[in-house]
């Protein structure tokens, strides 16, 4: 019964910025790790960035220096600010979250928001 909403998607211009949030609801314990991943057409769904319930993040080398990842824990909500975007960067983007619910764990999936950079 939990439910991940995610918005922020959109069509930018290579060089623009956009920034993708997702918020949990339902019944929740505690998240653990919240992550975002993409899959461009025809291509397999990668992780892009991971951010833990302690703060520690990791990015996908293409990513470094140009997307950040965060959390807002009392909201159960988590970001993914990107900047400089390059038309590789087009894809669905899916927010994930392992998630403790009422007496067991599993992890969730966003609906996916579309992302689409122009050169």
């Known amino acids: 019964q939990v439910q991940l909403v995610e918005s922020g998607g959109g069509l930018v211009q290579a060089g623009g910025s956009l920034r993708l949030s997702c918020a949990a609801s339902?019944?929740?314990?505690?998240?653990?790790?919240m992550g975002w991943y993409r899959q461009a057409p025809e291509k397999q769904r990668e992780s892009v960035a991971t951010?833990?319930?302690?703060?520690?993040?990791n990015y996908a080398d293409s990513v470094k220096g140009r997307f950040t990842i965060s959390r807002d824990n009392a909201k159960n909500t988590v970001f993914l600010q990107m900047n400089s975007l390059k038309p590789e960067d087009t894809g669905v983007y899916y927010c994930n979250a392992d998630i403790y619910g009422l007496g067991y764990r599993k992890q969730y999936w966003g609906q996916g928001t579309q992302v689409t950079v122009s050169s």
């Open positions: 339902g019944s929740i314990r505690s998240i653990n790790t």
């Open positions: 951010i833990t319930s302690g703060g520690r993040t």
